[in-house]
């Protein structure tokens, strides 16, 4: 079982699945051990949009009886930079995660060449500490 436990690893096993005419997310559930139970694509939508239902990632999660979890998603326009959407999506599912006590390591865009993960660029540490202000 692969063991995801950085962003280069997890873009390394989405690279060559990624679709360069549509939008895509993916979710890796991963073990307490941050091994890969299950990788798999929960929504494509067109060159530009994907729509999403966090339902459906934490359905995926709770099935495989995930301890935490990274989303991908790529962009077929090769801009590896998020929008203002994933930002907003990213933040709204890092919230749930924490309600539902299954992490979210980390949110990657990714390109055929390169990829932007959100977690090394600070976003998650910024949410964390706004957590507490959350209604559980």
Excluded at 26 to 54: N, Q
Excluded at 69 to 81: D, K, Q, W
Excluded at 116 to 129: N, T, V
Aim: aromatic share 10%; proline share 4%.
């Amino acid at each position: 079982m692969t063991e995801i436990t950085t962003s280069k690893i997890a873009y390394e096993c989405l690279r060559a699945q990624i679709n360069p005419y549509a939008e895509e997310l993916w979710i890796y559930a991963l073990s307490s051990e941050l091994k890969l139970i299950k990788l798999e694509m929960v929504f494509r939508g067109t060159a530009d949009h994907c729509l999403i239902h966090p339902r459906d990632i934490f359905r995926i999660l709770i099935l495989n009886n995930a301890s935490s979890f990274i989303m991908a998603h790529n962009h077929p326009s090769n801009s590896a930079l998020p929008s203002e959407q994933d930002l907003i999506l990213t933040r709204k599912i890092h919230q749930l995660a924490v309600l539902f006590q299954i992490p979210l390591n980390d949110h990657l865009i990714v390109t055929t060449k390169d990829y932007y993960s959100m977690a090394e660029q600070g976003h998650f540490k910024k949410w964390k500490k706004n957590s507490s202000r959350m209604l559980y």
